[in-house]
């Protein structure tokens, strides 16, 4: 089994940044896959990027690209998502969530991660 534990998040003007850690622990010898996910108050989970275990493969939301960058050291168990340029409509709370996946698979559908924090609030407004 996995933790997930996210921390980051805050209050920033438009246009600033935010970089998001999510910390791993639990079951860490095998490899796994990250998924970043956010929810804004009465809208739906969406993706926002993710991340195979090799670092090598990435994916990231339209919304988002460019903007977002997705990392992770391994060998500390954390993952980042260096979150620039923000927007009003990035606001809301950011999940991390990971899966026990092959060296460079990507898993980017929130149905597919076993295991999720609880989740770190970005909120961007002026």
Not at 56 to 68: A, D, I, P, Q, T
Request: glycine share 12%; proline share 3%; with cysteine.
């Amino acid at each position: 089994q996995l933790q997930l534990v996210e921390s980051g998040g805050g209050l920033v003007p438009p246009g600033g940044s935010l970089r998001l850690s999510c910390v791993v622990s639990g079951y860490t010898m095998d490899m796994y896959a990250v998924g970043w996910f956010r929810q804004a108050p009465g809208k739906k989970r969406e993706g926002v990027s993710c991340i195979s275990y090799s670092g090598l493969s990435r994916n990231y939301s339209e919304v988002v690209k460019g903007r977002f960058t997705v990392s992770r050291v391994n060998s500390e168990n954390t993952v980042y998502l260096q979150m620039n340029g923000l927007k009003p409509e990035d606001t809301g709370v950011y999940y991390c969530a990971a899966t026990y996946a092959a060296w460079g698979a990507l898993v980017c559908d929130a149905t597919e991660h076993d295991y999720w924090g609880q989740g770190t609030q970005v909120t961007v407004s002026s």
